[in-house]
């Protein structure tokens, strides 16, 4: 059943039921069950995009109104706030608008009176002033990110790709202008027109994305995005950060039921992570593409599992598989397995790195104690790789290889 109520359809043809039912004179307190079961997962602005719906197949709009009834009496808010969800403090949209109106503030009450300062005299406190300004602002880097990787991917899941493809483009400009007035402020050479000119262009981008976000796209997130991907939308936003503000709220989530969204459980035949999902196929291949050898032992010293990688540097075959990790090397080198052994356990070490030289190769040898999230040793990770290339890299490639 639950995977029916997360189809969209399925859910939409229930409020549907659920506005007749109200029509034919049920009570809000017989139908609020089955909305409740029917909006797990839905936004308000879902819920509102269906009414919209309904009105333009002919239900008037005052049988509407049953619905909003139903919404409050499960919600337990008002009808303000389940209509406009963005109002709502600790919201992700929320906490986006909050941050552009610092944002805002920070330029009209700080840049900018220091850009006027620095346009009539190019001191070094002028300077000084104007490159701290800069580099707060930069802190606009973690607004465009949370929408970037957090609101983006949502939205192309739902076939919305050109906006967001060219907001992230406009995005990486103001990073780029803002990053170009740093370098030329920390290295200052008296050209103080073309740092004046980079400046304002950055800040009449910045306003103009301001306008596309709260004009556009949070309008357009919030008609799209379940309640469900806010949420998870809102777990995630602490690791990446914010811009200028922090957060005064946590978003109080007026759910009856606020689990993880059913849309995104593996299908069969995956494994299931915590970050996605894959299939053994695709985890093997994609371990076996990682230019290194990477070999695991149990945190009962046991070997478990090798990858067959293009680069592999040492020898290994399946019969290594299910062997004491001790046997598998020389005598006169065990007691060096055992020392970083017994250090992993004992946690008085999570790594310890070698490095050795064998013709052309510069080969570094790492070893990683593998723990659970409780801190639990569960065994030892081996990654050798062939090093001597990128020790060879030299100043920058932006370009593509032919």
């Known amino acids: ?4 109520i997360n189809n969209r359809e399925h859910r939409q043809e229930i409020l549907k039921e659920v506005i007749r039912e109200l029509h034919a004179g049920k009570t809000v307190e017989e139908v609020k069950e089955k909305f409740a079961e029917a909006i797990k997962g839905v936004t308000p602005s879902e819920i509102s995009s269906l009414e919209t719906q309904l009105v333009k197949e002919g239900l008037p709009i005052e049988e509407i109104q049953y619905l909003c009834n139903v919404h409050a009496a499960v919600f337990k808010g008002s009808i303000e706030e389940i209509h406009h969800p963005e109002t709502v ?4 949209i929320y906490t986006l608008k ?8 920070f330029i009209e009450e700080n840049i900018k009176p220091n850009l ?6 190019d001191s070094k406190e002028n ?6 300004d800069i580099n707060l602002l930069f802190d606009i880097d973690k607004h465009y990110s949370r929408k970037e990787n957090l609101i983006f991917p949502y939205l ?15 995005d990486d400009d103001i990073r780029a202008l803002l990053k170009e007035t740093k370098l030329n402020l920390t290295d200052y050479k008296g050209n103080k027109k073309d740092i004046v000119e980079i400046i304002e262009h950055a800040l009449h981008e910045i306003k103009e994305m301001i306008y596309k976000e709260e ?11 379940t309640e469900d991907e806010w949420i998870s939308i809102y777990k995630e936003s602490d690791e990446i950060g914010y811009a200028l503000i922090e ?8 759910r009856i039921n606020i689990s993880d969204t059913e849309e995104n459980l593996p299908e069969a035949g995956h494994v299931s992570f915590e970050t996605g999902f894959l299939t053994p196929e695709e985890i093997s291949e994609i371990l076996n593409s990682i230019p290194g050898d990477m070999t695991f032992i149990d945190k009962n010293d046991t070997v478990k599992y090798f990858s067959q990688g293009k680069e592999r540097i040492f020898a290994r075959t399946k019969a290594v598989i299910g062997r004491s990790v001790q046997n598998c090397h020389p005598p006169a080198s065990v007691h060096v397995v055992d020392k970083i052994l017994e250090d992993f356990k004992s946690g008085k070490k999570d790594h310890e790195d070698f490095w050795i030289k064998m013709g052309d190769l510069y080969v570094l040898i790492r070893y990683f104690a593998v723990r659970n999230k409780e801190g639990e040793y569960l065994g030892t990770l081996e990654f050798t790789q062939n090093i001597a290339p990128i020790k060879g890299i030299e100043g920058e490639k932006r370009l593509l290889s032919e």
């Open 1 to 4: 059943m639950s995977e029916l």
């Open 89 to 92: 403090p600790g919201h992700p």
């Open 98 to 105: 909050m941050e552009n109106e610092a944002i805002e503030e």
């Open 116 to 121: 006027e300062k620095f346009k009539q005299e």
């Open 127 to 132: 300077i000084n002033n104007l490159l701290q």
């Open 156 to 170: 192309e899941k739902y076939g919305i790709t050109a906006p967001p493809k060219v907001m992230w483009g406009v």
């Open 215 to 225: 004009s556009i796209l949070f309008p357009m997130a919030l008609e799209t995005l």
């Open 247 to 254: 957060p005064k709220t946590q978003w109080e989530l007026n």
